[in-house]
């Protein structure tokens, strides 16, 4: 058996394990195509498959597990517009939001500000910052947003 069909027989037999995380992920990111996950998924597989080596003691499945979530956490950081810092305030707030509706507690964005220990200056631009990174439906835009045809 040469090398080449040695790796590409790797390759297919641990597809399953691709499609297996990228579904896990795609259920906690439904707005992201199942089909990329599984590209991005495959490109660390065959990254792990070229730098396996087995005199090393370890199986390639755990060393295929983990390049394929680097992969698909890589991917998902790639197409998000936000960075990390953003997505955990916005992670935050939703959640003190999400308390206070439950509770029924008056919405205070002056509150939730200091909770997540940012000044209201900072507190309103980071959630500017937030809504402008949000998809917008073509479908539910204002009329005023149509182009002239």
Request: hydrophobic share 40%.
């Amino acid at each position: 058996m040469t090398n080449t069909s040695r790796r590409d027989d790797l390759i297919l037999s641990h597809l399953p394990q691709v499609e297996l995380l990228a579904r896990r992920l795609h259920r906690r990111c439904p707005q992201v195509e199942l089909d990329d996950l599984i590209q991005a998924g495959t490109i660390g597989l065959i990254r792990a498959v070229d730098r396996f080596d087995p005199t090393h003691g370890c199986l390639l499945k755990t060393i295929a597990e983990h390049k394929i979530r680097g992969a698909l956490l890589d991917y998902l950081r790639q197409i998000d517009p936000l960075p990390r810092s953003v997505r955990r305030f916005q992670k935050q707030r939703d959640a003190l939001l999400a308390e206070m509706e439950r509770t029924g507690a008056e919405i205070r964005h002056d509150w939730i500000a200091q909770q997540l220990g940012f000044s209201a200056v900072k507190y309103s631009s980071l959630c500017r910052t937030v809504t402008a990174a949000e998809p917008i439906s073509i479908q539910e835009s204002p009329s005023a947003w149509k182009l002239a045809g």
